[in-house]
């Protein structure tokens, strides 16, 4: 593979760090106090929401980006930390353009020396699981593109962090962690899982990065989590020198699942209308079995499955969808987020082989001693407390969008937003629009993402993101062209 151009910003746009304004294209068709969209939060979410509103707003608009890391597009997903991390979903089915299903494929494809047999390396690279890395230059290379194509537009990218949002007038005021603050018409959350931050006390956290030199000296890892975070951490520090014993921790013990072979064609089943969690399970487990009995992988149900998860998420009421966050979801992510086949051959053999072993108990304390870490375990069945030591720990329990952080607060004690009943993420409509105290939409205020999962569950992976971005962008635009037209009006009143 040809090496990857590392995209640049274009153009138009403003840069504003501590050290100052970079670049400017001047004599914009822009009105003194132009609609101005501010996306919190420069990771995948924050790219796609920004793409879809130059998509999908025809009317001269500014658009603000607030994201203290200087790697836009990448967010925790698609970063550098460990290079060789591969996606867990196939080259075809990625895309941060909503409508075209096969844009990272074809990007990744034009980045080849492509030799003669192109219809074959095509179809090849569609089944291909490259890099994390790969396709967080695609979307820096996408949102900048876009960007560089309207001529009519402002792209300004501050380096900070939000920390707080109210209504001021009829505009949304930002404070950040600098001087000045953002006034927009419109506000998009795109923060999911927060600021990247070391954890300082406890586990390490999953992307911090220990030197080859350490991790080449360490007996012992114990990796709190059995999914696929687990998975990356492990296979990269091996990659990185460790030789020692893995120690797996988790409540279930289920590791995720591989990925069927290329060529599963989603299978859609009717599960019963129930909204009981459990017959809903069951019926599954059945459809799954007798697939795989008629030769077809259970993972072609999974699949065929996902469109309607929505539905089937919002029609359980909170305390059904409660059980299924106690009890269910560990067998549901080992087989919903599933892992390239070569990367599980990987992982089963780090257990058959006997380099890892997996312990069924929860961690209640993580202490740090020097250099080397003390949990506190209470295993299943058991109401004994144990000690174990381990040269490094890492917290593979999972991304979960961060709600304590000081925008996502400001909102809540404004009644702008709340959180949904089990506090995974905030109450939204489909496309975005987030509810308020009172049950009515906040206008103009629209989370993407992660940040909508305990209202939406489906709403992690890239399709979904892109889809929910895009009827965000539908909604923006509605309201971009009403305030166009009422600028019209006034001017020729
Ligand atoms: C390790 C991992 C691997 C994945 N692999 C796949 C895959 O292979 N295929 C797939 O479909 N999906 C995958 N996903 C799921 C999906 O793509 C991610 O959920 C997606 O990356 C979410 O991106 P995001 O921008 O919402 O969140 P994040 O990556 O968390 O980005 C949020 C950004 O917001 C910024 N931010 C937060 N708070 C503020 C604030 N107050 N002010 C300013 N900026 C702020 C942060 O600095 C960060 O850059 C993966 C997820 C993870 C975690």
């Not at 709600?403 to 996502?408: A, K």
Request: charge should be positive; charged fraction near 20%; hydrophobic fraction near 40%.
């Amino acid at each position: 593979m040809g090496a990857t151009r590392g995209a640049s910003l274009p153009p138009q746009t403003l840069c504003m760090s501590n050290v100052g304004i970079s670049g400017i294209r001047t004599g914009m068709l822009m009105r003194k106090s132009p609609f101005t969209v501010c996306v919190v939060g420069g990771g995948f979410t924050g790219s796609a929401a920004a793409i879809a509103c130059l998509t999908r707003i025809k009317t001269p608009f500014r658009l603000v980006m607030i994201e203290p890391s200087s790697a836009l597009g990448r967010g925790v997903a698609y970063g550098s930390h460990h290079p060789l991390n591969l996606l867990n979903v196939r080259t075809r089915n990625l895309s941060i353009r909503a409508g075209q299903p096969g844009d990272f494929l074809n990007w990744a494809f034009g980045q080849l020396d492509q030799g003669e047999n192109q219809a074959g390396l095509h179809e090849a690279l569609a089944h291909t699981f490259l890099p994390r890395q790969l396709f967080g230059e695609y979307v820096r290379q996408r949102l900048f593109e876009t960007v560089a194509r309207r001529a009519d537009f402002e792209f300004t990218v501050i380096a900070g962090t939000a920390l707080a949002c109210a209504i001021e007038g009829d505009r949304y005021r930002i404070a950040l962690d600098r001087a000045e603050t953002v006034v927009a018409d419109i506000v998009v959350l795109a923060t999911a899982y927060g600021v990247v931050r070391s954890a300082g006390t406890g586990a390490l956290a999953p992307f911090e990065m220990v030197p080859g030199e350490r991790l080449a000296r360490a007996g012992s890892i114990a990796l709190i989590g059995s999914g696929l975070t687990m998975t990356d951490v492990l296979l990269s520090a091996r990659r990185d020198g460790f030789q020692g014993k893995a120690l797996v921790i988790s409540r279930r013990g289920q590791l995720p699942r591989p990925h069927a072979p290329k060529g599963v064609v989603p299978q859609q089943v009717g599960l019963p209308r129930s909204r009981r969690v459990s017959m809903l399970a069951a019926a599954l487990r059945i459809a799954c079995e007798m697939a795989e009995e008629n030769g077809t992988p259970w993972q072609a149900i999974i699949n065929g499955l996902r469109p309607s998860l929505q539905d089937i998420w919002q029609g359980l009421a909170a305390d059904e969808q409660a059980r299924f966050l106690r009890h269910l979801r560990p067998f549901w992510e080992a087989h919903r987020h599933r892992l390239p086949m070569e990367v599980h051959g990987r992982l089963r053999a780090e257990f058959s082989e006997g380099r890892a072993h997996l312990l069924r108990g929860s961690v209640v304390e993580v202490t740090r001693d020097g250099e080397r870490f003390k949990l506190k375990l209470k295993r299943r069945a058991s109401e004994e407390h144990e000690i174990i030591d381990a040269d490094l720990a890492f917290d593979c329990s999972g991304f979960k969008p961060d709600l304590d952080q000081s925008l996502i607060a400001s909102l809540f004690a404004r009644g702008l937003a709340r959180p949904d009943p089990h506090r995974l993420g905030l109450v939204v409509r489909r496309n975005g629009e987030v509810m308020g105290e009172g049950g009515r939409p906040t206008e103009g205020l629209f989370a993407i993402g992660p940040l909508c999962q305990g209202t939406l569950w489906e709403i992690t992976a890239v399709p979904e993101i892109v889809a929910q971005a895009d009827q965000a962008a539908e909604s923006v635009a509605a309201l971009s062209e009403s305030e166009a037209g009422a600028e019209r009006r006034a001017a020729s009143a």
